[in-house]
């Protein structure tokens, strides 16, 4: 007993040890209010401007649909330009692939070949992807069981290989659109098997979105809370949503139960969870003129609403009644709120980093609709402005926490790198992809929401701050 007692203060005093080298993050509460009374630290206070701009920041914003696989009618896969979807306002697309002419047998080796190109462009071109395979493009699918499984385990290696730029899967193979409607010959047992499978071989890292809350349901039958969430041991730890037919009607086409009060159950059910995960679709139509409007999903404030209670990270523009949201005067507003949406407000740092340690605290709120929705790493970065040589100073924080509407607060405290030469540094704030093959590239960087401070060339965002390493 005494054993396993020094053994648990010795664990103790290593994980303080540990979150002090690494710095801290003082995050706010759940309903979003800051969190108060930060330790105090002298040095030099900035506070910063947030910015209206609309601009490119990765895993979020209007997305568009692209027929990555062989397509309708086609087997060909020749004409399809990523090259473009940035300079085009893209910075995430939505991959339909078609597994339409392999219903009856193993998914050709060439196709593979083919899909694993298109991967390497969409990687080229600075953009990443949402996920779904398909047998059916409308109708009824008839695919049993059994060759789902067998192409989701032959497709587990591309998946693993190229994970860096898928944003989020979709569970796909089930039914017409590979929507989880319309499919003859599975039962619910036969779903569950299916997204289990998928979910063993798409890495951990990705989580995999479901079309309906009643396929939500199969898997968090009363939600789910935050703890689980981000427990890794957990299913809901992988689930997703998106809603491919938002404002089509009151239910958006059965993502909730078609009538009340079932549909307002399955409405709140979604509200709680959607939290944390990542939400997003399409419209497939436009809320009737006529009739009820329970949820006020008719003008321009309701519309904005309904999106950030439902914390959308992305959309397509390139399907249904966008031109309404241009017509109301809010397309730029959803241009700006899809997802995070995050802003330096205020960074205190000391002159001189006294005893060969970095000090320094750093706020920033987040003014979008949803959290980051993959794991990224936060770093402070220091540069020599002569040299340009950097050095990247990890911060023990959690982006996928940072919740719409919440303020946080970085509290570093931490030895400076070995061997930092004396002199004067800019101080610069660095959020990369958390994959290893992206972190160098700037475009897949958070961008933060500040007038001044964006590094395209780098990725970095700019405190406009220095300290002095003596």
Request: with cysteine; glycine share 10%.
């Amino acid at each position: 007993m005494k054993i396993a007692t020094r053994a648990y203060i010795w664990f103790s005093l290593l994980l303080i040890v540990w979150l002090t080298a690494c710095g801290t993050q003082t995050q706010g509460d759940s309903s979003g209010n800051s969190n108060p009374n930060p330790s105090p630290l002298s040095g030099k206070t900035v506070t910063y401007a947030s910015s209206d701009e609309v601009f490119l920041n990765p895993e979020r914003g209007f997305r568009i649909g692209v027929q990555f696989g062989y397509g309708i009618g086609s087997r060909s896969m020749t004409g399809l330009d990523l090259s473009g979807m940035r300079g085009r306002g893209y910075s995430m697309i939505h991959a339909y692939i078609s597994l339409e002419p392999f219903q009856n047998g193993p998914i050709a080796e060439d196709y593979l070949a083919q899909l694993r190109q298109r991967f390497a462009q969409m990687r080229q071109a600075g953009v990443k992807a949402s996920v779904r395979f398909w047998y059916a493009w409308g109708g009824t699918a008839t695919v049993p069981k059994s060759r789902i499984l067998q192409h989701i385990e032959q497709l587990g290696p591309l998946l693993k290989e190229n994970t860096d730029v898928i944003s989020v899967m979709q569970a796909g193979f089930v039914g017409a659109w590979g929507e989880w409607h319309s499919h003859s010959g599975l039962s619910d047992q036969d779903k569950r098997e299916i997204f289990q499978a998928l979910a063993r071989v798409v890495p951990q890292e990705r989580k995999i979105q479901l079309r309906y809350v009643e396929a939500l349901r199969l898997f968090a039958p009363q939600g789910f809370s935050e703890a689980q969430a981000f427990d890794a041991q957990q299913i809901a730890s992988r689930l997703g949503h998106h809603n491919d037919c938002f404002m089509v009607n009151q239910s958006d086409a059965g993502t909730y139960a078609w009538n009340d009060p079932q549909r307002t159950a399955d409405r709140n059910y979604l509200a709680e969870i959607s939290k944390y995960m990542p939400v997003g679709g399409e419209m497939c139509g436009d809320v009737p003129e006529a009739g009820s409007d329970p949820y006020n999903r008719r003008t321009p404030e309701g519309q904005l609403a309904e999106l950030a209670r439902f914390h959308w990270s992305f959309i397509a523009n390139d399907f249904g009644n966008v031109e309404r949201w241009r017509q109301w005067g809010i397309y730029d507003t959803i241009a700006r709120k899809l997802g995070y949406r995050l802003a330096l407000v205020q960074s205190v740092v000391p002159e001189v980093a006294a005893g060969g340690r970095l000090r320094l605290s750093l706020t920033l709120r987040n003014e979008g609709w949803a959290a980051p929705y993959n794991p990224r790493p936060v770093r402070i970065v220091l540069r020599n402005p002569q040299s340009g040589q950097v050095y990247a100073i990890p911060v023990n924080a959690e982006p996928r926490r940072w919740y719409a509407g919440s303020q946080q607060t970085l509290q570093v405290d931490q030895p400076l790198p070995a061997g930092i030469p004396a002199g004067s540094y800019e101080v610069l704030l660095h959020l990369p992809d958390g994959h290893p093959s992206l972190a160098a590239r700037p475009e897949y960087a958070i961008r933060l929401a500040n007038p001044g401070v964006w590094e395209a060339h780098t990725g970095y965002n700019r405190l406009n701050q220095t300290v002095r390493v003596p």
